[in-house]
């Protein structure tokens, strides 16, 4: 997959840019379901830095987190796909 529109946005943060290739080398048809320590291990940064930049991209409207006990499902937003698509 082509990522260059996503890397080249300049609102997103490095570690953002991260996590979303990890969201987006998740197969469409299963829900991206992982933990802010399993990201973090995923992508090779700080638990901190991912729950960070996950409040950033949430904040900025381009993820939906839905987080429980132990689990975090997060959706990528129609107003992302319009960015990088």
């Known amino acids: ?17 991260l996590i979303l290739i990890d969201i987006l080398e998740q197969p469409t048809y299963l829900v991206y379901n992982k933990t802010s320590d399993q990201i973090a291990i995923s992508i090779g ?30 959706k990528i937003t129609k107003l992302l796909q319009s960015l990088i698509f």
Request: include cysteine.
């Open 45 to 74: 940064c700080k638990r901190k830095d991912v729950l960070n930049a996950l409040a950033e991209l949430e904040e900025n409207g381009y993820i939906i987190c839905k987080v429980s006990y132990r689990t975090r499902i997060t």
């Open 1 to 17: 997959m082509e990522y260059s529109k996503l890397l080249s946005q300049k609102s997103i943060s490095p570690i953002g840019k």
